[in-house]
């Protein structure tokens, strides 16, 4: 037997392939429609680099970020629907800060990341003490969530007049979006920390045998508050760059449907909804995969309307062909009969 067909499987087999693969075809459809390298085109001004392909890193930063939390929610068995609300208490809050002049940025910045990391702590003990199913328990807050917001703003949009704020959404550095860096960095932190330490090994067991992992001495309670909090602490970071990138905070807005967004970026990374294994790698290809789209539909002049049906097709493609049975029927179909 060759080496080539003993690494083969494994290869088509890892969550990562299959998004990149989409990646590549969605960046193939927008040059053939441009009929020219315009869309792969990055040009330089004033140190900083522009382009689609570095707006999708911008935009789709957002997504990235809360897809990373919502990994580490599903990985341990449970679900978060209050991400996109409490992207919207992120930006409230540090809107509402910075509009005191005497309250340094520090203080917007912490103070937002504080109530979102709250809120998570709020579903991490309801899911996990008092056995709340997750769906129900983050529903509540997505609903709570919300009107926190509007009431923290008086229903009002807040503009926000930070330099200092406004570089979170429409800053460079090294040339780049200071948004897509710092979810770079935030994912390799994740990454070291996931994989180079006992803490993945504590989530996979939470999520894949909860009863066992608690006869092995793991305190599987607090495994899964610590990951509602994480995804608490990323959905706020995401809002902090929604707002900055708009200058605002819109509390009926911001965040609508990020929730499905980031759920869908996990699945298509690999990342099953039973929970146990994950992989962060692919939930952050699944979100640049989605922005992709995203920006793909808007370049081919899909109505908004229509949007949300080629997403779904695509999803359910990446989905089948991460699936071993499904690409074990589809490979019967070309083989002859013997």
């Known amino acids: 037997m060759s080496a080539s067909s003993v690494h083969a499987p494994s290869f088509w087999r890892s969550p990562v392939v299959w998004p990149l693969a989409?990646?590549?075809?969605?960046?193939?459809?927008?040059?053939?429609?441009?009929?020219?390298?315009?869309?792969?085109?990055?040009?330089v001004a004033d140190g900083h680099l522009y382009g689609s392909l570095i707006d999708i890193l911008n935009q789709g930063s957002r997504c990235m970020l809360v897809a990373l939390g919502m990994t580490l929610v599903i990985a341990v068995?449970?679900?978060?629907?209050?991400?996109?609300?409490?992207?919207?208490?992120?930006?409230?809050?540090?809107?509402?800060?910075?509009?005191?002049?005497?309250?340094?940025?520090?203080?917007?910045?912490?103070?937002?990341?504080?109530?979102?990391?709250?809120?998570?702590?709020?579903?991490?003990?309801?899911?996990?003490?008092?056995r709340v199913q997750p769906i129900v328990a983050t529903l509540i807050l997505?609903?709570?969530?919300?009107?926190?917001?509007?009431?923290?703003?008086?229903?009002?949009?807040?503009?926000?007049?930070?330099?200092?704020f406004d570089a979170l959404g429409n800053g460079f550095i090294l040339g780049l979006p200071f948004a897509a860096v710092l979810v770079a960095v935030i994912y390799v932190a994740a990454q070291a920390l996931l994989r180079r330490s006992a803490a993945g090994l504590f989530v996979e067991a939470a999520g894949d045998n909860e009863t066992a992992s608690r006869f092995a001495g793991l305190a599987v309670g607090r495994v899964k508050t610590l990951a509602y909090v994480a995804s608490g602490l990323c959905a706020g970071a995401a809002g902090l760059l929604a707002?900055?990138?708009?200058?605002?905070?819109d509390p009926l807005t911001?965040?609508?449907?990020?929730?499905?967004?980031?759920?869908?970026?996990?699945?298509?990374?690999g990342t099953a909804l039973t929970g146990g294994r994950f992989s962060l790698l692919g939930s952050y290809v699944g979100a640049l995969l989605?922005?992709?789209?995203?920006?793909?539909?808007?370049?081919?002049?899909?109505?908004p309307a229509v949007a949300p049906v080629p997403k779904a097709l695509l999803i359910i493609a990446v989905c089948l062909l991460q699936s071993d049975q499904a690409r074990g029927w589809l490979g019967g179909l070309w083989r002859k009969p013997a």
């Open 22 to 43: 989409g990646i590549i075809l969605l960046i193939l459809a927008n040059v053939a429609h441009d009929r020219s390298l315009a869309f792969l085109t990055v040009t």
């Open 77 to 130: 068995g449970g679900v978060d629907l209050s991400v996109g609300s409490l992207m919207a208490v992120g930006g409230a809050v540090a809107a509402v800060l910075l509009s005191h002049e005497a309250n340094p940025f520090v203080l917007a910045v912490g103070g937002a990341l504080l109530a979102t990391a709250a809120a998570g702590l709020v579903n991490g003990l309801l899911v996990a003490w008092l």
């Open 142 to 164: 997505m609903v709570a969530a919300r009107g926190v917001a509007q009431l923290v703003t008086d229903g009002n949009v807040v503009v926000i007049k930070r330099p200092g």
């Open 243 to 249: 707002a900055s990138n708009i200058r605002a905070a």
């Open 254 to 269: 911001s965040g609508v449907n990020m929730e499905l967004d980031a759920i869908f970026a996990v699945v298509v990374g």
């Open 290 to 303: 989605l922005q992709t789209l995203t920006v793909t539909m808007y370049n081919l002049g899909v109505p």
